[in-house]
């Protein structure tokens, strides 16, 4: 098929690229994180949860929108896809190492994979320096605009799965056990970007100084420093569910 | 599973009932089309696109906030579920009649059945009276946000089936006879909720008389009126796609 026409649009200059590439990273798990949480709204077993997540998937583009326009002011459709162009095959070995036909494991999935998304992105833009990284810090932690506050797009699955779990201790420990399979998956694929992108390997030593880690020095330290601070907020974030981590 | 928890929210009492079923379907249908538009996103075939019928998921659920905020002020999901609740399952025989596997197919029913509802809508909002009535035909006349302009959540999907079908005699026919059979699922759609909502009948007539249609006198040559004005409109949006209708 003819692929979309896109005009030119250019990435405003003073962005530095690891700041750039954190947007890119940020901006495709949102668009990533709002089909997820559509696909569950679609098929939703009520009408209010389907109505809570559809307005959930839409918090998750409203703030990828206000990624991109950090980078691309007023590039649209194409400035969008020119900041994810580097990731958009990025996600497709996780995909189908944590396909699930089950409802609640696509919601669990979504709230882990997005949920340390988020972490990586934020201990990462901690790491950068100036105007552009200080202004993406701004927008990654910016509570999500919409009735449930400050918890964000996952609020509303999070809110689900709880009551799931809470219900059904024979689902609680199968989410459970799938929550600790997407994380594992989620933390591969975290390893696997910092080994194509140095410029985001680059960011973990200072990211670690920034957000006063003791004893973290050298790039390999970092790293590993960095992958324990996002299992660290996993285990945090299952715990919340109360699904063992 | 436990049923989403809803807190107790009211139908503004000045609005009449039927313009409060025009509001539910309109309403019910952005939020399908905001399934439908959201779903062909996530299976897009490049990342403009994907980005592109995302944006349209997004606007379609704006407009279905827009709706539901005119009658359930400050309801939100539970307000969105009290009004769309008459048509909880309006949409399943049609969506099981127009289930598809294919890409572009899924899109055009989204056009198709979108459009339809949305004419739909827009004519019975015509034959009612009152500030409520008049408020509801200024959002569903509304030219939606977005940088598409004017043309609404479709405009990103009508685009992509122009392309398509340029580009593909064969996919053209194929989508020709596609969008009449899922026409004539709309229509029979509209015949039952009509049979189903006597109050949404009792506007056909009036909506011909705001409308100057000559010659309709008595509900029966109403509803004749309304579904031939429903067909004449989607062979204009046939034309508009460049497939004959």
Chains 1, 2 share one sequence.
Not at 14 to 41: H, K, M, N, Q, W
Not at 84 to 99: I, K, N, Q, S, Y
Not at 195 to 218: I, K
Request: net charge negative; with cysteine.
């Amino acid at each position: 098929m003819s692929s979309h026409p896109v005009p030119d649009v250019v990435v405003d200059p003073s962005v530095p690229p690891a700041v750039l590439e954190v947007v890119g990273i940020a901006a495709y798990t949102e668009l990533a994180e709002f089909g997820l949480l559509a696909a569950r709204s679609v098929d939703a077993p009520d009408l209010a949860t389907r109505q809570a997540l559809a307005d959930g998937a839409e918090r998750a583009l409203e703030r990828q929108h206000d990624l991109v326009e950090l980078v691309v002011p007023g590039g649209g459709v194409a400035g969008a896809a020119l900041v994810m162009g580097p990731f958009e095959h990025a996600l497709v070995e996780f995909d189908t190492r944590t396909a699930t036909e089950d409802w609640a494991e696509g919601l669990l999935k979504g709230v882990v994979g997005h949920g340390v998304a988020q972490d990586l992105c934020r201990t990462l833009a901690a790491g950068a320096t100036g105007g552009p990284a200080r202004r993406l810090r701004e927008v990654l932690d910016r509570p999500a605009p919409g009735p449930v506050g400050a918890a964000g797009a996952d609020a509303e699955a999070l809110a689900v799965l709880v009551r799931l779990g809470a219900a059904d201790d024979v689902l609680a420990s199968r989410l459970a056990l799938w929550g600790r399979r997407v994380v594992g998956e989620s933390l591969n694929l975290v390893t696997s970007l910092l080994d194509d992108h140095p410029a985001l390997t680059d960011l973990s030593e200072p990211a670690a100084r920034a957000l006063d880690a003791d004893g973290v020095v050298g790039r390999d330290a970092a790293r590993h420093w960095l992958v324990a601070r996002l299992t660290a907020e996993h285990t945090r974030r299952m715990d919340r569910l109360r699904l063992a981590a």
